[in-house]
């Protein structure tokens, strides 16, 4: 078993700046994509920033310039640093782990959540 546990979340003013982490602990023999995604009040989870193991990235068009994901391998880690915070970004974050686990089942992993409530 593979768990996530995401740090970091809370209430941030417009404009203001947070860093949300993910760490995975378990059964892991290595992990491929690791993402960030959110879902707000009454809407579908997007996916808003992803890192392939080879270091690539990808933004959702509305957090580009704004948002940078990175990762550490050593530590199982992905970070979300969110920079220029707008109240349009209020939402439950989750990561997403694609986890090569020690008996080599790709296997999908969530985290629970944690909540970013910009206030404008």
């Known amino acids: 078993q593979v768990q996530l546990v995401e740090s970091g979340g809370g209430l941030v003013q417009a404009g203001g700046s947070l860093r949300l982490s993910c760490g995975a602990s378990?059964?892991?023999?290595?992990?491929?994509?690791m993402g960030w995604y959110r879902q707000a009040p009454g809407k579908q989870r997007e996916v808003v920033a992803t890192?392939?193991?080879?270091?690539?990235?990808n933004y959702a068009d509305s957090v580009k310039g704004r948002f940078t994901i990175f990762r550490d391998n050593a530590k199982n880690t992905v970070y979300l640093q969110m920079n220029s915070l707008k109240p349009e970004d209020t939402a439950d974050y989750y990561c997403?782990?694609?986890?090569?686990?020690?008996?080599?089942?790709?296997?999908?992993?969530w985290g629970k959540g944690i909540l970013v409530t910009v206030s404008s």
């Open positions: 890192i392939r193991g080879s270091g690539s990235t």
């Open positions: 997403n782990f694609v986890v090569i686990t020690t008996n080599y089942y790709t296997m999908n992993y």
């Open positions: 378990g059964s892991i023999f290595s992990i491929n994509t």
